[in-house]
């Protein structure tokens, strides 16, 4: 069942501003404010996978050592 949230006390400068963007969306200022509330929670869950990545063990490999061996394994045909 879909919840409600309201906000109060939103400023006039803001709303304007989220409507001119919701209106150049082509969507109701509600369905792009729920689109941006959907962003913002799978932004929560992309923090979680990063920071269970960087528990995880294994080496750390620098932006370098990436770039160098993805060129190598293109310049043997993998």
Do not use: K, W, Y
């Not at 501003?17 to 799978?42: D, P």
Request: charged letters at 30%.
């Amino acid at each position: 069942m879909p919840h409600h949230i309201q906000i109060r006390d939103v400023p006039a400068a803001v709303h304007r501003e989220l409507a001119r963007q919701a209106e150049a969306s082509g969507l109701s200022l509600n369905r792009f404010m729920l689109g941006e509330c959907e962003r913002i929670a799978r932004r929560g869950r992309n923090v979680e996978v990063l920071r269970r990545a960087a528990l995880r063990a294994g080496p750390r490999l620098s932006a370098e050592q990436i770039v160098a061996t993805i060129r190598a394994d293109r310049d043997r045909g993998e």
